[in-house]
């Protein structure tokens, strides 16, 4: 069966400093594969997607990347975090039904 | 462009109430319809989906019917429970195995 990890759970990160989540799939081969971010009070914002290795789409200007070196992984990274960048964020792939989710990462920016 | 516009929260209801969170979409064409569940600390999961008009997806007691005529997908469930307390997200998906457009969410909270 097809799962989906995420990590780290949660992160406390000082302005300024860099940033990488990490997204793994297992038990699928070349799937879509999404980050969503969810700010407090807010509903959900999807920041990157990619169809395939080394091809990512950005569907907003911000602070952050996103990179796909391997075929199941799906790197968020950032140079230097600003406050804004707090939040929920999300990892997702396509699976055959919809998408489906990670747990997420709870990142404070402080 | 596509769009989900459902009903802000917070809902709060007494166990055993009757649930209604209305959603409502713009698009082009048929897309499919779906609605996530937010339990408090973690990711989404899909709660339940319809794919054309008149279809009704249901899950967990859960209900929406996918509406064309008023382009509406109302999620129900006849009597909830303190654990369906959650944050309920509409979305659409325009086209199979592309990213979906989500609602802002709408939390409901249920007290025994």
């Known amino acids: 069966s097809q799962t989906i990890h995420q990590w780290p759970a949660t992160l406390v990160q000082p302005v300024g400093s860099p940033l990488s989540l990490e997204c793994t799939v297992e038990g699928t081969s070349n799937p879509n594969l999404y980050w969503y971010r969810q700010a407090a009070g807010r509903g959900l914002q999807l920041l990157f997607y990619?169809?395939?290795?080394?091809?990512i789409s950005s569907e907003v200007p911000q602070n952050l990347s996103a990179s796909r070196p391997q075929d199941r992984q799906f790197i968020l990274s950032s140079k230097k975090l600003l406050l804004s960048d707090s939040g929920f964020y999300l990892c997702?792939?396509?699976?055959?039904?919809?998408?489906?989710f990670g747990q997420g990462t709870r990142l404070t920016v402080v | 462009g596509n769009s989900v516009t459902q009903m802000e929260g917070p809902v709060t209801l007494s166990e055993e109430a009757f649930l209604t969170i209305n959603c409502t979409y713009t698009?082009?064409?048929?897309?499919?319809l779906f609605w996530y569940v937010q339990y408090p600390g973690e990711g989404l999961q899909l709660l339940l989906k319809?794919?054309?008009?008149?279809d009704k997806g249901s899950n967990k007691g859960f209900e929406a019917t996918y509406r064309k005529e008023t382009t509406s997908f109302h999620l129900e469930k006849g009597s909830v429970q303190v654990s369906d307390s959650a944050v309920y997200f509409c979305a659409l998906s325009p086209n199979s195995g592309y990213a979906l457009n989500f609602g802002k969410g709408t939390s409901l909270l249920v007290t025994p």
């Open positions: 698009a082009t064409g048929y897309p499919s």
């Open positions: 319809a794919t054309k008009a008149d």
């Open positions: 990619s169809v395939g290795i080394g091809q």
């Open positions: 997702a792939w396509s699976s055959p039904l919809s998408l489906a």
